[in-house]
């Protein structure tokens, strides 16, 4: 059974920084596209940065390009989210994503087969 299990979400004010973190386990992920989302209350879930095992390839929204960086440690099984220069507007719950085919290229949840259960990031101003 694949699991993935996000962490380093908090509270902090405008401008700060957080890291989030991705432990993969229970497969082997080395041909997944890793897949950071974001869900707001009253909102649909956003993509926000992707990540290929192989290459390195990333990925990130707009909304985010220049603030936040994804990365990967294969050895160690982990994907990250350096998330700088935080804003109000970044409060979501953050949701880490293991995907196929497509996945990258798609920047679609509907790609993504593998989730973890969310981590609370909240951002005031």
């Known amino acids: 059974q694949a699991q993935l299990a996000e962490s380093g979400g908090g509270l902090v004010q405008a401008g700060a920084s957080l890291r989030l973190s991705c432990v993969a386990s229970?497969?082997?992920?080395?041909?997944?596209?890793m897949g950071w989302f974001r869900q707001a209350p009253g909102k649909e879930r956003e993509f926000v940065a992707t990540?290929?095992?192989?290459?390195?390839?990333?990925y990130h929204a707009p909304s985010v390009k220049g603030r936040f960086t994804i990365s990967r440690d294969n050895a160690k099984n982990m994907v990250y989210l350096q998330m700088n220069s935080l804003k109000p507007e970044d409060t979501a719950v953050y949701y880490c994503?293991?995907?196929?085919?497509?996945?990258?290229?798609?920047?679609?949840?509907?790609?993504?087969?593998?989730w973890g259960q969310g981590t609370q990031v909240t951002v005031s101003s």
């Open positions: 229970g497969r082997a992920f080395s041909s997944y596209t």
């Open positions: 990540i290929t095992w192989r290459t390195g390839a990333t």
């Open positions: 994503a293991a995907g196929g085919v497509g996945a990258f290229l798609s920047r679609s949840k509907a790609f993504y087969d593998y």
